[in-house]
C-alpha cells in the first residue's frame, strides 16, 4: 500500500483480470470470447477505478434483479435502464454506421425502446391507428413515399411497423382505459411505393417511474421525459431493415430526451392540414432503404419477439 | 469513415458519452454521480471496442432478466452471473483492502455468494450443522479461538455463521431432501474466544446450471465447479466483520474456481481426527479481527438479507 497525497492508494491482484479472461475455454465461439473479454475487462477496471464496495456492488445487482423481475412479455425493464445510461441508443449508432457502411443515403436509425409489439395488427393505406380519440389529441395524417437509396425507384410492398404513446403518455400496454393495440398498426406501401396512416402529433411523456429505471434517474437527479415521437419499423426484401423514431421539431426535451435517442435527421415537421375533417395537422415522411450491400452486410438487426 | 488494413473503421459520436454523463443533475449524490460516470464510460468504451451489435446488446438484456426472474428470497441468480466473471470476488478484494487498511493481520476476506440466508438457527458450541449424514460424508469437527488482531486478546461472544453444501453438491435450499437449514448455523464465542461444531469436509459442487449463469459459463467454455470449501460470517461489536470462504488445500478446483473466490490465507488444512465416535476428520481455524480503527474505516460491509 503507498500514500498518494496523504489518500491511502489501495493496490489490487495484478493478475486477476486475466485469470478470469484466461478461464474461457479453447471451445468458446470467437466472437463471445471478445465480446466477454472485453466486458470482463471494462467492468474490473471501472470496479477498480471507483473502489467498489460490497454494498454498492449489492445495490446494484438489486436494481438489476428488480428490472428482471417486472419484466413481462408485454414490458422490458431491464432495456429500460440500460436505455437511461445511453447504452441502446449507442449499440444503435455502432450497429447502423457499421450495417451501413454500403450507403450514406438511407434512413438514420433510432433505438427500439421497450414498447413495441410483434403482435400488431396489418392496417389498410388510409385507415387510423387512433381507436380512441382523447380530448387533447392533435390528430395527424402521416405519409410518404419508400424509395431504394441508390436508385431513387419507389418500394412497393415495404412494411411501415408504427406505434406512439397517446396523449396521457402511456402506450397502450401500459394503459387499461385504451383499446388494444391503439396507436399502433402496420402498412405495407402501394405499387407507387406510398404509405399513409392517421396518428397522434406526438406529445412528451416520462419513462415509467415505478421500476429500476425510474429509481435510477431519480438518483442521478435527472427527468423522466422523452420527447414526442412516433417509433417505426420499415422492412423489405433485399433491403436492410429501418428501426427508427421520428421526434416533432416542435417538441420539449428534444436536446435532453432521458434516453439519448434523438439524432441529426429525425426531427420532422408537422404542418396543419386543410380541408380533411379527421386531421388537423400531416407530416409527409419519405424514406429511403438501402440494398443489401454487395459487401457482405447483413440486415441491420431489429427486434425479436423477445425484446416485445 | 476511414479504413484501416482494408477494414472499415467507423467512427463513432464523440461527444454521445459525455452528454449522457452531464445529463446528471446538481442534486445527485456525489458519490452515486463518481460511480455512474465511471460505468457509463467503461460500458461505452466496451461497447465502442467491440462494436456491439444490437442483437447482442438484446441477448445481454434478456440474461440479466432472465437473472432477476430466477432470483427470489432464497436464490439471488443476478449475483452468481456477476460471480461468473469475477467481480464478486474484486470487489470483495477492494471492500476489504479499503477496509482493512488500519490492520493487516485481520482474517482474509471471500465473497458471500448467493446461497446464505439470514434467518439460519443459533446452535451451541459443541453442536452439529450436519442434520443429515449423507453417505458418502466425512464428518469433521471444526473449531477455534476468536482473539483481538492487534492485542491478540481472546474475543467472547462473537459471532460466527456458517454454511456449506451437502455432499451432493446443493445447499439445503436446493434440496429438498435436505432438512430446513442442513448445514447452518450461527455460533457465539466463550469467554475463552473459543467456538467449534460438526460439519462436513467440504466437497466441490457445480453452480446451478437451470439458469443465466450456467449458460454463461456453457458459453464460455467453462466448468461449472467450485473447489470444497465452508462459508464463514464472522461479527462481533467494535471489530470489522468478516465474510469469508475457507477451502480444503486437498479439494479439485481450487486453482480454477468458477467463481474465482480462492485467495492465499484461505487455504486451510483438515487432519484425522482420534477418539470421537462423531467425527473423522477436523480442522482447527483461528480467526484474528481487526478492531474497528480510528482512522474512521468502517466494518466491511457484508450481507444484507435482500442478498440471501
Chains 1, 2 share one sequence.
Not at 57 to 74: E, F, H, I
Request: with cysteine; charged share 25%.
Amino acid at each position: 500500500m503507498t500514500k498518494v497525497n496523504g489518500t491511502a492508494k489501495v493496490e489490487y491482484d495484478p493478475n486477476f483480470t486475466n485469470a478470469v479472461i484466461n478461464a474461457t475455454g479453447p471451445k468458446a465461439d470467437n466472437r463471445m470470447r471478445e465480446v466477454m473479454t472485453a466486458l470482463i475487462r471494462h467492468v474490473h477496471d471501472f470496479a477498480r477505478e471507483v473502489n467498489l464496495t460490497t454494498d454498492e456492488y449489492m445495490a446494484g445487482v438489486s436494481l438489476l434483479n428488480w428490472a428482471g423481475q417486472m419484466s413481462t412479455d408485454r414490458r422490458n425493464e431491464g432495456q429500460l435502464v440500460t436505455d437511461v445510461i445511453g447504452l441502446e441508443s449507442l449499440v444503435d449508432e455502432i450497429t447502423y454506421k457499421q450495417a451501413a457502411a454500403s450507403s450514406s443515403s438511407a434512413t438514420p436509425s433510432a433505438i427500439l425502446g421497450p414498447f413495441w409489439r410483434h403482435d400488431a395488427p396489418i392496417r389498410k393505406n388510409g385507415e387510423s391507428t387512433v381507436l380512441k380519440v382523447p380530448n387533447d389529441a392533435k390528430v395527424s395524417y402521416m405519409y410518404g413515399r419508400l424509395t431504394d437509396a441508390v436508385s431513387g425507384e419507389p418500394l412497393a410492398n415495404a412494411l411501415v411497423d408504427v406505434w406512439q404513446a397517446s396523449t396521457n403518455g402511456l402506450y397502450e400496454q401500459q394503459d387499461e382505459e385504451q383499446p388494444d393495440c391503439n396507436l399502433r398498426g402496420k402498412f405495407y406501401t402501394d405499387e407507387e411505393g406510398n404509405y399513409g396512416f392517421y396518428c397522434l402529433r406526438p406529445t412528451p411523456y416520462p419513462v415509467p417511474s415505478d421500476g429500476p429505471a425510474g429509481k435510477l434517474l431519480d438518483l442521478l437527479d435527472r427527468h423522466h421525459y422523452r420527447p414526442g415521437h412516433v417509433h417505426l419499423i420499415i422492412m423489405k426484401d433485399g433491403y436492410k431493415s429501418i428501426t427508427t423514431q421520428i421526434f416533432d421539431r416542435e417538441t420539449p426535451y428534444l436536446d435532453n430526451d432521458s434516453v439519448f435517442a434523438v439524432k441529426d435527421g429525425l426531427t420532422v415537421d408537422f404542418t396543419e392540414r386543410n380541408d380533411d375533417p379527421k386531421a388537423g395537422w400531416e407530416l409527409k415522411y419519405d424514406i429511403a432503404m438501402a440494398p443489401m450491400g454487395s459487401d457482405g452486410a447483413g440486415n441491420v438487426p431489429i427486434a425479436t419477439p423477445g425484446a416485445a
